[in-house]
């Protein structure tokens, strides 16, 4: 199923370890980039949840923030630590008589000591596995949104394609008027100058000209490539650049296309599968 790169989503979980919530957004990208962004909680967990995300993406600049909030303190989630206590005193008292000082410290001010209160060892395996559960839940509602714009893609895609086969016929059709309307230009010519043709040099000269105008070659090879386009957007399987490479090819047919035309109606549709080719690159980048 055809993926575009450009995509977001957002997922959030609660439980007794505090609120969880997922951000994953992307744009086009020449090959996957995933930038994570995790809370300190989390850093254990960040090979993790990087394979987990090489795993379902192959292309795009991808940005992945997690975000935690604790659950609020309690008052049995406070610690003191005793002994860092009785050695600021200590070295409080001692300090004190060599400076002759008889202040002492308040209870608010030893408190707010660095290391002082600290809080107890907390088990992080739950919020772990919860992350990981978000991440799956985000990843997945992000890959539903990516299939959902690369469905509309490939359906502006064959709309290209199917105007691309109109200027296809345009062009078989006006090439038969265009040998008819070069043997009528000649004899035209050579009425005006008041000569005949030498026997068999007419004909020899309109099929000098015919050849130099023979696009058969160019639009059945532009034929074969839109027989190429549907088959890769049928593909179940990253086909960006697969589609990038066969644009250059529909390029390549069309700039010759329009090198031997002859007459303004050919230019004019050289010049339109000009334009739906470029539209159709346009969306092919935003293709995974």
């Known amino acids: 199923m055809v993926q575009s790169m450009t995509a977001f989503a957002r997922s959030e979980l609660h439980g007794e370890w505090g609120t969880l919530s997922c951000e994953l957004r992307s744009v086009n990208h020449r090959y996957l980039d995933i930038s994570l962004r995790l809370p300190e909680e989390l850093r254990a ?9 090489q795993a379902g993406l192959s292309r795009g600049k991808v940005e992945c923030a997690l975000r935690y909030q604790a659950p609020a303190a309690t008052s049995a989630g406070v610690e003191v630590d005793h002994a860092t206590v009785r050695a600021l005193l200590a070295a409080s008292a001692e ?14 001010e030893v408190l707010r000591w660095p290391g002082v209160v600290r809080e107890p060892k907390r088990d992080l395996a739950p919020l772990h596995t919860a992350a990981q559960t978000l991440v799956n839940d985000a990843l997945d509602a992000f890959i539903a949104t990516r299939q959902a714009e690369g469905t509309r893609l ?3 895609i064959r709309q290209r394609a199917a105007a691309i086969t109109q200027q296809l016929a345009r ?33 020899q000269e309109l099929a000098i000209a015919a050849q130099r105008l023979d696009v058969d070659e160019e639009l059945d090879r532009l034929d074969s490539h839109l027989t190429e386009l549907h088959a890769v957007l049928d593909r179940d399987e990253p086909i960006g650049r697969r589609l990038d490479f066969l644009m250059q090819e529909f390029n390549r047919e069309a700039n010759t296309l329009g090198s031997k035309s002859a007459d303004i109606e050919t230019t004019q549709a050289a010049v339109e599968l000009k334009v739906l080719i470029e539209q159709m690159r346009e969306q092919i980048q935003n293709i995974e």
């Not at 967990?45 to 995300?53: D, I, P, T, V």
């Not at 300090?95 to 608010?108: C, F, H, K, N, P």
């Open 45 to 53: 967990a960040e090979s993790a949840m990087r394979e987990r995300l």
């Open 95 to 108: 300090v004190e008589t060599l400076m002759g000082a008889a202040s002492q410290y308040t209870a608010l």
């Open 154 to 156: 490939a359906e502006l």
């Open 171 to 203: 062009v078989r059709s006006r090439r038969k008027a265009l040998v008819g309307g070069l043997l009528d230009k000649y004899r035209a010519r050579l009425a005006d100058l008041g000569v005949e043709a030498e026997p068999g040099r007419l004909e």
